[in-house]
């Protein structure tokens, strides 16, 4: 934004901006300029305005404006891990639903430093895929999501939900034995800003949108459930819920197939897939939820 004088009553753009500091005037960096109109005074530039929108990001790169500071992740999660299918059996005794798929690790409303004008390397993980094979195998990993500077270096990795696992049954028996998923973990994180107010006036601790509500917040994602398998011949039983993302705050993991044939449902928003349900037939599990970064950048005086 262009800063205008009036010289002897042409306005001319001011090219260079001086202020006294100490006994001696210096060229500093001006992050706002106030005049006073009717004895109130008025804010007549801004240095760098916080945007009021967000901006979704894609793995890739992301320009750092040359003013800008800080960015504030309003959230951002990694993939959620695939449900697994349920299984029956002709003379095993009872039959196996599938587990739910784990949701990722997340942060919601948190702001780090960075440099203007850096270039940011961004990865959203994918979902996993949901188990397919009967009675033995694994269902797909979320992918990790991860954040790191040219200058700033690695602002954080959050990790994809781990993978559901089967393993040990047969179509005449023995069922099977069904493992759990396990929500991803948190590494590498860059230390946090937990105060601090931009250049327009915001107070960073005031960032509440994201979906925990609340200021600086960050987990690890959430295990889905895990039904195991009933007993006796055609019993019934359901899939296991995917596990939902940011501590439970959206629920988004899959849902599990009801007993009867019923497939999982896909999560989203690094949510877990839902487990399949059993007889007759069995049913498929669902994909794990893409991850998400959604995001806006500020200066901080």
Known sequence: MPVYVKDGGAWRTIDRLYVRDGTSFTNQTINNVYVKNSGTWENVFVIFETPTSFTTGSSGSIAVPALANAIHIKQSVAGGSGGYRGADY?????????????????????????TGGET??????????????????????????????????????????????????????????NSASTGGTRSGFATPRSSGTTVDGLNITSFQSGPRGVFNQQ?????????????????????GDGGDPYSGSLTTGGTGGANGNTAGTVGTQGGGGGGGGTEPGSSAGGAGGDGEFIFRFMRIA
Not at 148 to 168: C, E, M, Q
Not at 219 to 239: V, Y
């Open 120 to 177: 940011l390397t961004l990865n959203v993980g994918s979902g996993g895929a949901a188990g397919t094979g009967t009675y033995s195998g694994n269902s797909g990993t979320g992918g990790n999501t991860t954040l790191s500077g040219s200058s700033s270096g690695a602002l954080f990795t959050l990790g994809g939900g781990g993978a559901v696992s089967v393993s040990g049954g047969g179509v005449q028996g023995p069922l099977r034995s």
């Open 219 to 239: 987990g690890d994602g959430t295990a889905g459930a895990n039904p195991g398998n009933c007993s006796g011949d055609n019993c019934t039983i359901g899939g």
């Open 90 to 114: 002709d003379k095993a005794g009872g039959e196996s639903a599938g587990p739910g798929g784990a949701s990722g690790a997340f942060i919601s409303d948190m702001v780090f430093n960075i």
